[in-house]
C-alpha cells in the first residue's frame, strides 16, 4: 500500500505537475494507494469552492482511509520525533510525525513532496516511493 501525503495531494488538486503528481496520475488506479484520517482532514480543509471540496471528498474518500491514530502510535510518534530531534533533525509539524510513524509501523510506503517525512527515511527506516 502506498500512502500519499497531502502534500502531493494538494499539488495534484491544484494542478501542479511534479514528480510526485505524475506519479500519481499514472498509478492511481493501478497501485493500491490510501490516506490517513489526517491527511484527509489536511487536504480537505484548504478547499474554499463547496463544489471543488465536494469533488474531492468523493474522490478521496473512494481510496483505502486509515484511522491509524492510537495511544501507541502517539507514543511512538512522540519517540520518533525525540530520536531525530537528538539528531539535529527537528520536524515542523506533528501530523508529519504521526503521518511517517503509522507508515513505518504498518509498512505502507509514503509519497510525499515534504522535506519533514527526510529524516524518517534516513533515520527510522520509512519506505517512501521516489517517483
Do not use: P
Request: net charge negative; hydrophobic share 45%; with cysteine.
Amino acid at each position: 500500500m502506498v500512502i500519499v501525503d497531502s502534500s502531493v495531494w494538494i499539488d495534484a488538486f491544484n494542478g501542479q505537475l511534479t514528480s510526485q503528481t505524475a506519479w500519481l496520475r499514472r498509478e492511481l488506479g493501478r497501485v493500491e494507494i490510501g490516506i490517513t484520517g489526517l491527511i484527509l482532514c489536511e487536504v480537505l480543509r484548504g478547499f474554499r469552492v463547496e463544489q471543488e471540496y465536494q469533488l474531492a471528498k468523493s474522490r478521496l474518500l473512494a481510496l483505502t482511509v486509515y484511522d491509524g491514530m492510537n495511544e501507541e502510535l502517539a507514543i511512538k510518534s512522540a519517540e520518533n520525533f525525540r530520536y531525530l530531534q537528538r539528531n539535529g533533525i527537528t520536524v515542523r509539524t506533528t501530523v508529519d510525525c504521526l503521518i511517517a510513524t503509522f507508515c513505518i509501523e504498518d509498512g505502507h510506503q509514503l509519497l510525499h513532496n515534504d522535506k519533514d517525512f527526510d529524516g524518517f527515511e534516513r533515520h527510522l527506516g520509512l519506505a517512501v516511493v521516489h517517483a
